[in-house]
């Protein structure tokens, strides 16, 4: 059940009403009913896994008990470990196992002996990812003694499985959700109607932006071989406006959905393309799990205390692991590899919090000063995309190679019976309309917002792509 | 409460307003405008002969030089071969063309692995949606055919978002704009270019169907109405030839005319498609075996 689905539009307006109108007496009907809907949401995909993460939420929660009743340090770190190893243990199963099997067997068989490698071909259970991490951080900030453990089975589960994150986040903290489901929710008109606002412009960005790059930048990274050298610049531009279109648009829904049940999530995008700098973009780029990132390992290692060697090793453990967090392919581990190589020159020159804050009102030689900077790092982040986008590590360097060395910039037309160009005036009206709003959580909400719903209403009606059913990119990781 | 049940009304109904607006603004621009694709062509066409007439999918439309048909024989001639196209497609055709009364000289119907394929196709379907309510043909072969029919007649706009790929904004605002289509639908012939892409991974099916509805009907269809059709298979490049699928077809069609071991590799574009001169080779083979004694 994708949320530009039919099935979404009709399963949330049901659970909508149960929720205030049904089981609104306690904060216990709320959660329960709660749990039923986001547990009848994710069997959807395949009701088979449903085991898994009811298996992983109640690990985490009996663990969590048995760490904070520990008597001993020892013991402590006892269930600590059992927990993290059996959630690691379940992701690396589902999602790693294959690839290090080939990868070995490919290793030795460089070495001139043969290997036949047992695969287990298994289906990704989709967001084992993303509740596996939250299960985790629930984790390590109880052996860390930041929070007491959850006694309450239905709201730990509730943290866990809460429909609207359950499959591609936002990454939440226990800090900042568990408090939310504690305490019986009622229903506040403003924050009900900024939910409204942010589906809608998250379904802007996903069905307009998103799935309309998408066509075109399928149409270029599948043929890279015979795309001149404009045609594979605007395939990287394509892709950077799909992957962003597609996940902060399913982030605004998810946002948007929760506020419609009286609990805020964290923010996920904060217009990362108009980021000054490769650590600003960090920091506006799929927030949650940077920080996640940040507070779990990159601190635990040292952070950026310690010598110059240290950080260096650190920058690259947090990007290559943040790479491998998104697939079981060396394409992603290359794709980490060379944002660490970005963000280092900024690191090791103490430059890499330059830019902290928003852009303010914006003068014409601040102007001047803030496009190069802009530009630059969105050319970088697009570079780094085709890793991220290519099938192999040899097409991603094929497809830079050609980009550099064709050279030729006409228009070409693509076997998608559209021309490269075609999207470009969408994403400059994309990007001017962000622009303009990059203060605000959504565009819509504030004056004239009845006329911007419906412009925005038109847009998807009229611009949206509906003819080839595409889910969401952050699903499958 | 009340407030927001409100608002979410006046958006509902703004989204149904909108969508009734669109689907009506789109329908008229779709019937009034200049033909844009072989569908709406073969619409406009009423009450005339064409000698001969092609159907069938890319390998009709970029292989049959229908100016060259035209310069050897003298007669009019039709290339209704569309990319992508199924039986299904040609069969809703040829049903316009008849009730159109265009009479058919001769028929011609490209038949190669598509004998498998029973279901319909989103081609000649989707450029029909804006007449589901206003052609009788469209309306009935859809509702026949077609799961999607319910919606696409009765929910607004439904049909132009669900086919946007062929009938959404960018084809609504080249009509509203009168652009003219590349291909001069008056001949229907586009030829490939030179160059041989190399194309291994085609393959003929290895099995067929016991039998092929649509094809049964558009075979009815014919004798019913009495037009002559001819069957052929288009040439295939060497790579796929070890297949013995066209002899499995050749025993569900015995008349077929199997041109698909005739042309040499150096003549194709890819594996199931000609090039220009390929093209021209072809087609004057097809004149000598089908059309010389009618000069």
Known sequence: MFFNSLSFAIFLPIVFFLYWFVFNSSKKAQNTLLIIASYYFYSCWDWRFLFLLVFSTGLDYFTALKIENSRSKAERKTWF??????????????????????????????????????????????????????????????????????????DYALFVSYFPLLVAGPIERATHLLPQVKVKRSFDYQQAKEGIHQILWGLVKKIVIADSCAQYANAVFDNYESMNSLSLVLGAVYFAFQIYGDFSGYSDIALGTSKLFGINLLKNFDYPYFSRDIAEFWRRWHISLSSWFRDYLYIPLGGSQGGTWMKIRNTFIIFLVSGFWHGANWTFLAWGFLNALYFLPLLLSNKNRTHTGNIEGVSFIQGMKLIPQIGLTFAL?????????????????????????????????????????????????????EWFNRYKIEPISGKYSYPKICLAIIVLLLFGVYSEYKSFIYFQF | MQQFIRKIGVILLTTVLLLCLFDWAYTEVYVCSIPRNKTKYVLGLKDQ????????????????????????????????????????????????????????????????????TESISTIVSS????????????????????????????????????????????????????????????????????????????????????????????????????????????????????SDYIDKLKRKIPSLKDYSKTLDDTLFYNCGHLNGEGAKVFTRMLVKDCMQHEK
């Open chain 1, 381 to 433: 982040t697009c570079l780094a995309w085709i890793f991220f986008r290519a099938r192999t590590i040899t097409d991603a360097f094929g497809y830079i190679k050609r980009m550099f060395s064709n050279w030729q910039f006409k228009p070409q037309y693509f076997n998608i019976e559209r021309y490269n160009f075609e999207l470009v005036l969408m994403l400059v009206l994309f990007v001017g309309f």
């Open chain 2, 127 to 242: 450029e029909s949606l804006p007449y589901i309510r206003k052609n009788e043909i469209i309306r009935n072969h859809l509702e026949k055919s077609n799961p999607d029919y319910l919606a696409y007649y009765y929910l607004p706009f439904y049909r132009y978002q669900v086919n946007d790929y062929k009938i959404g904004f960018r084809e609504f605002f080249s009509s509203v704009i009168s652009k003219k289509s590349k291909t001069d639908f008056t001949d229907g012939f586009v030829p490939k270019q030179v160059k041989f892409i190399k194309n291994n991974n085609f393959r003929l099916p290895d099995s067929i169907i016991a039998q092929n509805k649509v094809f049964n009907q558009i075979d009815q269809l014919c004798k019913d109405k009495n037009i002559e059709v001819i069957y052929f298979c288009a040439p295939f490049c060497s790579t796929v030839r070890q």
């Open chain 1, 81 to 154: 470990w059992i927990s993290v190893g059996v959630n690691l243990g379940f992701l690396g199963v589902f999602k790693y196992y294959d690839f290090f099997a080939v990868s070995f067997s490919k290793l030795i068989e460089g070495f001139g002996m043969q290997a036949n490698p047992f695969l287990l071909n298994l289906v990704l259970p989709v967001g084992i990812s993303f509740y596996t991490f939250h299960g985790l951080s629930y984790i390590i900030d109880i052996y860390k003694e930041r929070i007491r453990a959850e006694r309450n089975f239905i």
């Open chain 2, 49 to 116: 002969k064409i000698d001969y007439v092609f159907l069938g999918s890319s390998r009709v439309e970029n292989h049959i030089d229908t100016q060259l048909i035209k310069t050897l024989t003298s007669k009019k001639v039709l290339n209704l071969g569309i990319q992508g196209a199924k039986l299904d497609d040609n069969y809703l055709l040829l049903q316009l063309l008849i009730h159109n009364n265009v009479k058919i000289g001769k028929l011609f119907l490209q038949v190669d692995y598509i004998f498998n």
